[in-house]
């Protein structure tokens, strides 16, 4: 799993690229796909929810957007996040990912 560290307050906002893999066919069309990611913090032997990101895709070729509406409550500490897409019962998602949130110096 990797990790990178983020300043809480900052603007998270992240582009890429998606390949969907189903039974070793990759797919070149994600028309019908929806994507969603979540940041959780791990407690207490579960997850708790963070924030919900925008998701969205931005082209049909597999670039997507996520996007916080604001992260200056994001907890200090590691927290996680994955992106999962879905076509009706088909549910893929990414490896998790680690997010270490440090306290921005300057702010206000």
């Known amino acids: 799993?990797?990790?990178?560290?983020?300043?809480?307050?900052?603007?998270?906002?992240?582009?890429?690229?998606?390949?969907?893999?189903?039974?070793?066919?990759?797919?070149?069309?994600?028309?019908?796909?929806?994507?969603?990611?979540?940041?959780?913090?791990?407690?207490?032997?579960?997850?708790?929810?963070?924030?919900?990101?925008?998701?969205?895709?931005?082209?049909?070729?597999?670039e997507f957007a996520l996007d916080s509406t604001g992260s200056t409550g994001w907890p200090v500490g590691v927290v996680e996040i994955d992106i999962q897409f879905t076509n009706g019962a088909v549910v893929v998602s990414t490896e998790t990912q680690q997010i270490e949130v440090v306290p921005d110096v300057t702010y206000g």
């Open 1 to 62: 799993m990797s990790r990178m560290k983020f300043k809480r307050g900052d603007t998270f906002s992240f582009r890429g690229f998606a390949s969907i893999v189903i039974d070793g066919v990759l797919l070149t069309d994600i028309t019908g796909w929806v994507i969603r990611a979540q940041v959780r913090r791990t407690k207490s032997g579960g997850y708790t929810l963070v924030e919900e990101l925008g998701a969205v895709w931005i082209l049909t070729a597999g």
